[in-house]
């Protein structure tokens, strides 16, 4: 599992559907796809069920988003936090 999949997790279901989460972050739905089945895989169980043209997240997929939620959320914090770091800088610095 990776970070990247629990965020087209969150797409997904702030979009409610698969095309529309790629369009917004700029994928194709195959790969969205593709990515959503291996995290279901890797976790073992079923993440979203298709009923005629909906595309609806399980009880599991709903308390995965809570979890990934924060995650992805202190995951920013930590790049945030690192990235404006003065002594990340290894630029010279020139008088």
Do not use: C, W
Not at 49 to 76: D, M, Y
Request: aromatic residues 6%; glycine residues 4%.
């Amino acid at each position: 599992m990776d970070i990247r999949q629990l965020e087209l997790l969150l797409a997904v279901i702030e979009h409610g559907s698969i095309t529309r989460a790629a369009e917004a972050v700029y994928l194709s739905p195959g790969a969205v796809s593709v990515q959503l089945q291996n995290l279901a895989g890797e976790l073992q169980t079923e993440l979203f069920v298709r009923t005629g043209k909906a595309f609806l997240p399980t009880p599991a997929a709903i308390r995965l988003s809570e979890l990934a939620r924060r995650v992805v959320s202190q995951v920013r914090e930590i790049e945030h936090e690192f990235a404006n770091d003065p002594a990340r800088d290894r630029r010279p610095f020139h008088l």
